[in-house]
């Protein structure tokens, strides 16, 4: 007798989307924040704080206890422990942001992927309004969604930074070229956990502006400043030891990333050779 295939692999991927739209409501209607503030509720307490149909509590609470958001004991709820740690070491909110920008930007463009695999361009674009073959002149044109943008980059930065700034070894790098450094999340992190780094943050001059007001909230203008500048069309600053491309491989094309690599290893041999 055939074994029967074991098929449960196969549900968190076919059900992922209704996963995701838990967790979408759940932040939305801050649930995890009125049971933070509330302790153990009933669902009728939670309808009522929410401002929602008990009926549409009990649905969101069902989901979110199913997929280990919130436990139940007896009839009520409390937000489980990994919901819990998120808010007290303060990475929920960054948790947010990166929820609304995978659902006002990543969720309709990923719709056309298999199109995109069959043609070989970024057919997404086509749910973004503007005009332009890639997603940053797209987001130039809506300062709304480029808001968002790099509200979500930043965030997934910070959650992501601790492989940056502890798994490379900086001890003999004195300057770092970050290029398409976006509103200096990543310099700003790398300055304060290597004070003996100067950064410079090379972008459009669009998120420049926003690097430089963060940089000075920051208190580091002395040690990171801001180059405007296209990646593709302009030179690369110059006299660096580092050249940092953090986000940047995964949204380009083979060939971009090439020519991308080619430019920053030039600029590293040319310090190479004047230094010997």
Not at 89 to 96: A, K, Q, V
Not at 177 to 197: E, F, Q, S, T
């Amino acid at each position: 007798m055939t074994k029967k295939a074991d098929l449960r692999p196969l549900v968190p991927l076919i059900f992922g989307f209704c996963a995701f739209q838990q967790l979408r409501a759940a932040a939305e209607l801050q649930l995890f924040e009125y049971l933070t503030l509330n302790g153990s509720s009933t669902c009728e307490q939670v309808a009522t704080g929410l401002r929602l149909p008990v009926k549409s509590a009990r649905k969101l609470l069902l989901g979110t206890t199913a997929l280990g958001l919130t436990d139940r004991e007896g009839d009520t709820y409390t937000i489980s422990d990994m919901v819990r740690g998120a808010i007290e070491e303060g990475t929920w909110p960054l948790i947010r942001n990166v929820i609304d920008f995978q659902h006002r930007l990543s969720y309709l463009p990923a719709m056309e992927y298999v199109e995109s695999l069959r043609t070989g361009r970024n057919e997404g674009l086509k749910h973004l309004p503007g005009t332009g073959s890639d997603l940053y002149s797209r987001l130039e044109q809506t300062p709304e969604l480029e808001n968002l943008f790099f509200r979500g980059m930043h965030s997934w930065s910070e959650l992501s930074n601790p492989v940056l700034l502890h798994q490379v070894d900086y001890r003999d790098t004195h300057t770092v070229l970050d290029v398409g450094g976006g509103d200096a999340v990543n310099a700003i992190a790398l300055a304060r956990a290597h004070p003996h780094l100067r950064v410079t943050v090379f972008d459009l001059e669009g998120a420049s502006d926003v690097a430089r007001d963060n940089i000075r909230v920051a208190g580091l203008s002395d040690r990171i400043q801001v180059v405007a500048g296209d990646m593709f069309t302009d030179p690369l600053p110059t006299g660096f030891d580092l050249v940092l491309f953090a986000h940047q491989f995964v949204i380009w094309s083979p060939e971009q990333n090439q020519t991308l690599l080619a430019r920053a290893y030039e600029e590293l041999d040319r310090k190479s050779t004047r230094l010997n």
